[in-house]
């Protein structure tokens, strides 16, 4: 009789653990199911994509290992694995949300300096267009460049609008592309001059 007892206990004991081993650490997943949106809504995908990339590769491994051990028979299931591959995710996820704010920041003070440069161009671009040579069969070529720097003038507008609504990233590139304008038309006028007093 005793032994039986002592064999029921023992039963009863391995049943119990089985049983807590058999549960998935779902405040574990879920911590870490946030930090990865948390980094995808701070803009992680534009800011930081590698550590984002790292981020959705771990929840991967995570879910695959959740996986592996739903398809086990539940008294052979362990989370253990599952639970350190949820705490690397969420330190993955928690990564890629920093790098992303810090990437965001870098683009900002990118996304400034190019508008302000792009400024600053247009305004030499204009100054240079006003001194450029006029004679016959300029007008034309005179009308082009006044309208490439209204193009770049109107970009500009384009990068600010973008820098207002955060997307820095498209606001440094719309501003390098009115400095481009900008930049050609210098260049253009410049080497008008340059041909005019050649003639002389």
Do not use: H
């Not at 069969?137 to 973008?162: Q, W």
Request: net charge neutral; with cysteine; proline share 2%.
């Amino acid at each position: 009789m005793r032994q039986k007892w002592f064999v029921a206990m023992l039963l009863v004991g391995f049943g119990v653990v089985a049983a807590g081993c058999a549960s998935p650490p779902q405040a574990d997943v879920d911590a870490a199911k946030a930090a990865l949106q948390q980094a995808t809504s701070a803009g992680a995908s534009e800011y930081a994509a590698d550590s984002l990339k790292a981020a959705q590769d771990a929840d991967a491994a995570l879910e695959a290992e959740l996986k592996a051990q739903q398809d086990k028979f539940s008294m052979f299931r362990s989370y253990s694995k599952a639970t350190e591959l949820a705490a690397a995710a969420k330190l993955a996820g928690e990564k890629a949300q920093q790098d992303a704010a810090a990437g965001k920041e870098a683009a900002k003070t990118a996304a400034t300096g190019a508008i302000d440069e792009a400024k600053s161009m247009l305004t030499q671009a204009q100054e240079m267009l006003s001194k450029a040579p006029k004679g016959k069969g300029t007008a034309a070529d005179l009308e082009a460049l006044k309208t490439d720097l209204t193009g770049a003038e109107s970009t500009i507008g384009e990068a600010e609008t973008a820098f207002t609504a955060e997307r820095y990233l498209d606001a440094k590139a719309k501003a390098e592309a009115a400095k481009t304008a900008a930049g050609n038309v210098t260049a253009a006028v410049e080497a008008a001059i340059a041909a005019k007093k050649g003639k002389k």
